[in-house]
């Protein structure tokens, strides 16, 4: 699954980046090293436009996708991924798959690995993110819920929400977590976003493992990570190995540095 990613690029670049004419966001987000479920999230998706192409909005959703159908939007929390094996027909999923389908933006994701057999309980974090420090394009779905306790017109009259589609990790990326984001490529930005492309087997050839995206790497960062409340740069640092005397110093997983946007 993905459960924690960071997204701390403004804006502005996230408009350049995949050519939103539309500024939905209003106004810069804090940078955030440390995204967790119903937090606030950028997302890119297709709206219809005059001309009849869809054009391209960024704006501020909620990671934790609400069903149109459901009586209240506290289930969104567990809706955080959707499996890219039953996206299309799981009924949470398959409205949204068809029709509104998005792209959300990352610097990269945490993982958690299982530690070895050594008697500790505690699972080791690992920031997971492009070699090339280039963006990754989360496939991701939108859903729109109505709040019937407030007049539609009003600004919290509707709830836009959003999953992230995952799939197997390959064996390299497996051996931390067996799951991964799926992305889009940028030359099928445009097939993904389009709401009137409703092809599934387009659809689904359309989605492509993390890994797939220019290549990925990783290192171990501090467990600082596993609470929410820690959030900055320093989440994503390598983390530093102990020397025989327990003093922290420059190891093998410290060797390399990730990009700091």
């Keep these: 699954m993905c459960g924690r990613f960071v997204s701390a690029r403004k804006r502005l670049e996230l408009l350049e980046e995949f050519e939103a004419l539309r500024d939905r966001a209003g106004e810069d987000r804090s940078p955030d090293y440390n995204v967790a479920p119903t937090k606030q999230i950028y997302a890119v998706l297709g709206r219809p436009s005059g001309g009849g192409t869809p054009e391209r909005e960024l704006r501020l959703v909620r990671w934790g996708l609400v069903p149109s159908w459901a009586k209240n939007a506290s289930g969104g929390a567990r809706l955080i991924n959707a499996r890219a094996e039953t996206v299309a027909v799981k009924p949470a999923f398959r409205g949204a798959f068809a029709r509104r389908r998005c792209l959300i933006p990352a610097d990269g994701y945490y993982e958690w690995q299982q530690p070895a057999a050594t008697g500790s309980k505690v699972k080791q974090p690992?920031?997971?993110?492009?070699?090339?420090?280039?963006?990754?394009?989360?496939?991701?779905?939108?859903?729109?819920?109505?709040?019937?306790?407030?007049?539609?017109?009003?600004?919290?009259?509707?709830?836009?929400?959003?999953?992230?589609?995952?799939?197997?990790?390959?064996?390299?990326?497996?051996?931390?977590?067996?799951?991964?984001?799926?992305?889009?490529?940028?030359?099928?930005?445009?097939?993904?976003?389009?709401?009137?492309?409703?092809?599934?087997?387009?659809?689904?050839?359309?989605?492509?493992?993390?890994?797939?995206?220019?290549?990925?790497?990783?290192?171990?960062?501090?467990?600082?990570?596993?609470?929410?409340?820690?959030?900055?740069?320093?989440?994503?640092?390598?983390?530093?190995?102990?020397?025989?005397?327990g003093a922290a110093g420059p190891g093998s997983a410290g060797t390399r540095r990730p990009p700091l946007f």
């Design 126 to 245: 690992f920031y997971i993110y492009r070699t090339d420090g280039g963006v990754l394009a989360f496939a991701g779905i939108y859903e729109l819920w109505r709040d019937a306790s407030v007049p539609a017109d009003h600004l919290d009259g509707w709830l836009w929400t959003a999953s992230i589609i995952t799939t197997d990790a390959p064996d390299e990326i497996g051996r931390i977590h067996d799951r991964m984001p799926m992305v889009i490529a940028r030359d099928r930005w445009a097939d993904w976003l389009d709401p009137a492309n409703n092809d599934k087997e387009l659809l689904q050839a359309t989605l492509l493992p993390a890994s797939a995206a220019g290549g990925l790497t990783s290192h171990p960062v501090s467990t600082a990570v596993n609470s929410v409340r820690n959030n900055g740069p320093e989440l994503i640092e390598p983390l530093q190995a102990e020397d025989d005397s």
